[in-house]
């Protein structure tokens, strides 16, 4: 099956900073999406992002499908941006939807 | 309804006992999927419906874990005889049919999850 893989697995940033965090993952997929869950667990979609660029406020993605990665970038972090960054997968419409492992973001005041 | 709807959102049970977990996708949505998410871990996939079709149960852990969707809209998944590596939250999510015809764009939405620990 799809392997997914997100880099870094924990980030601390200053309220203000800017970060990237990338998705990588072994297979070609049809579908990719973006989720921030907060820390009461909600899962809140982000993007859904299979290929291109999409913004979305201090929030912005970049799908290069051909190789196999995504990147979400975060500007002006705020402390309300902390939790955890989840990029899922999907190969087609009959398969099911991969998630990645995560990155654990902190953001200090 | 709006968004996707799950019950209860927290339950208790002893060792040994059988549990149901309720979903109720949003409208319209013939994909239906459940997952688990350990403290700490990203969600596992457990099973998917089109429908009342059961697709693919490759992450039910065990025999002791069954997901039904009778009616291609309300899901259940039960869990019997629990045990304490159970615990978890149970995450069931939903994605809208493509224009084109095929079951779901794989944009999920999910619940807020069923918070299940088993004593």
């Known amino acids: 099956g799809i392997q997914v893989e997100q880099s870094p697995p924990d980030l601390i940033l200053q309220e203000g900073a800017n970060s990237t965090l990338r998705c990588n993952f072994s297979?070609?997929?049809?579908?990719l999406q973006w989720f921030h869950q907060n820390p009461w667990g909600q899962l809140i979609n982000l993007f859904y992002?299979?290929?291109g660029t999409k913004q979305n406020g201090r929030l912005s993605a970049t799908t290069v499908a051909t190789e196999r990665y995504s990147l979400l970038y975060i500007s002006s972090s705020q402390t309300t941006d902390s939790g955890v960054y989840f990029c899922?997968?999907?190969?087609?419409?009959?398969?099911?939807?991969?998630f990645g492992p995560g990155t654990s973001l902190s953001v200090i005041p | 309804g709006a968004g996707v709807s799950q019950s209860p959102r927290y339950k208790v049970a002893k060792r040994g006992q059988d549990v149901a977990l309720r979903c109720d996708p949003i409208?319209?949505?013939?994909?239906l999927f459940w997952y688990q998410q350990a403290l700490g871990q990203g969600p596992e996939f457990l099973t998917y419906?089109?429908?009342?079709?059961?697709?693919?149960k490759s992450g039910l852990p065990s025999d002791r874990f069954f997901a039904e969707r009778p009616e291609g809209s309300v899901s259940t998944l039960k869990i019997q005889r629990t045990q304490q590596e159970d615990s978890a939250v149970y995450l069931c999510?939903?994605?809208?049919?493509?224009?084109?015809?095929?079951?779901?764009?794989?944009?999920?939405?999910f619940g807020e999850g069923s918070r299940l620990t088993v004593l």
């Open positions: 999510a939903s994605s809208p049919p493509t224009s084109g015809g095929t079951p779901n764009t794989g944009e999920l939405f």
């Open positions: 297979d070609s997929v049809n579908n």
């Open positions: 409208s319209g949505h013939v994909s």
């Open positions: 992002i299979p290929s």
């Open positions: 419906f089109q429908n009342e079709a059961q697709l693919d």
């Open positions: 899922a997968v999907q190969k087609t419409s009959y398969d099911k939807v991969i």
